[in-house]
């Protein structure tokens, strides 16, 4: 496989990241994971909006415009004989010795590579089990940062609960996934919380809420109690690489069975539609 790498496309093994890189001590950088459909990415200028967006949040510059971006990234994905799967972006601020104080001389670096989409199929009729729990993250969750202890800590504890995903609740409001944002269906209405500080405004979450307003299916962007999921009709996840997944049960701090609903199928079909 390859590695984007300064700017290079290179062997994996070639690109060589150095042990005073910040985002290595620190967790100081960004990220974003892209999908690829049949050699086209999904949604790539969105994706680069939001890293644009991640860096002037943190005081970071990226090293290249957007369009030499998505150019460095076609090159890769040539290079890999690559149509299918997700591209791994990461920009760190760069090396400098370990200083909690950035000096903004540093010079980014950033790194993208292929991996494999995993096959979701069968997930995407049966649907999938999601472990509700406390949201202890920071509040700026709106930046895709490299830190992410508290998504990592609670994918696990999902997984210890044979659950897929972890869903968060802050001051018992519900606000996303682990790796996901989350929606309920309740009446034939769309339930979610809105993109402020408490959680990653994805890009496949404005596909869904599009998708919603070209349909006529009403919207509510609000923050929501955990104890609402317990009377939803349907309920689903959004994301890059799970796309639009149902969610059967819910266990942890709520516990309920769902049905896989209508307008969860109409709403993955209307997905499955755009991205073909
Ligand atoms: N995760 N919320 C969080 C916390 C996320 O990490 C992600 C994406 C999303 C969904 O965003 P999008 O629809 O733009 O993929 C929501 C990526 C895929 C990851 O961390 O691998």
Same mark, same amino acid.
């Given at each position: ?17 150095? =042990? ?5 001590? *620190?967790?100081?950088?960004?990220? !974003? ?5 049949? #050699? ?10 939001? $890293? ?23 090159? =890769? +994905? ?25 000096? @903004?001389?540093?010079?980014? +670096?950033?790194?993208?590579? =292929? $991996? ?6 069968? &997930? ?5 089990? &999601?472990?509700? %729990?406390?949201?202890? @993250?920071?509040? @700026? ?33 519900? %606000? ?7 929606? $309920? ?13 408490? +959680? ?21 962007? !609000? ?8 009377? &939803?009709?349907?309920? *689903?996840?959004? #994301? %890059? %690489?799970? !796309?639009?997944?149902? +969610? ?9 069975? =769902? ?6 199928? @109409?709403?993955? !079909? ?7």
């Amino acid at each position: 496989a390859y590695i984007l790498w300064q700017g290079q496309i290179m062997k994996e093994a070639t690109a060589q990241a150095s =042990l005073f890189d910040r985002g290595y001590q *620190f967790g100081d950088g960004i990220y !974003e994971m892209v999908r690829l459909y049949d #050699g086209q990415f999904f949604a790539l200028q969105k994706h680069l909006e939001r $890293l644009n967006k991640s860096a002037e949040k943190l005081d970071m510059t990226l090293p290249y415009t957007s369009a030499e971006l998505t150019h460095l990234l076609y090159q =890769l +994905i040539q290079k890999d004989h690559a149509d299918n799967g997700n591209v791994y972006v990461q920009v760190t601020r760069g090396t400098s010795t370990r200083d909690h104080l950035y000096s @903004r001389t540093e010079t980014p +670096i950033l790194s993208a590579y =292929l $991996l494999p989409q995993k096959d979701h199929r069968q &997930a995407h009729t049966s649907g999938i089990a &999601a472990y509700v %729990t406390e949201d202890i @993250r920071w509040l @700026r969750c709106d930046i895709k940062s490299l830190n992410l202890l508290g998504n990592v800590m609670a994918k696990r504890q999902a997984a210890d609960h044979q659950c897929t995903e972890a869903i968060f609740h802050r001051d018992g409001m519900i %606000t996303e996934g682990a790796s996901t944002n989350i929606f $309920l269906v309740n009446n034939g209405t769309l339930y979610t919380h809105p993109a402020n500080n408490f +959680i990653l405004d994805g890009i496949t979450r404005q596909e869904v809420i599009d998708i919603a307003e070209e349909r006529h299916i009403n919207v509510v962007q !609000e923050p929501f109690p955990k104890e609402v999921l317990a009377h &939803a009709d349907e309920a *689903f996840l959004t #994301g %890059t %690489t799970i !796309e639009i997944m149902p +969610i059967h049960s819910f266990t942890g701090d709520v516990q309920v069975t =769902l049905p896989i609903g209508p307008i969860t199928k @109409r709403i993955q !079909e209307a997905f499955t539609a755009r991205i073909g």
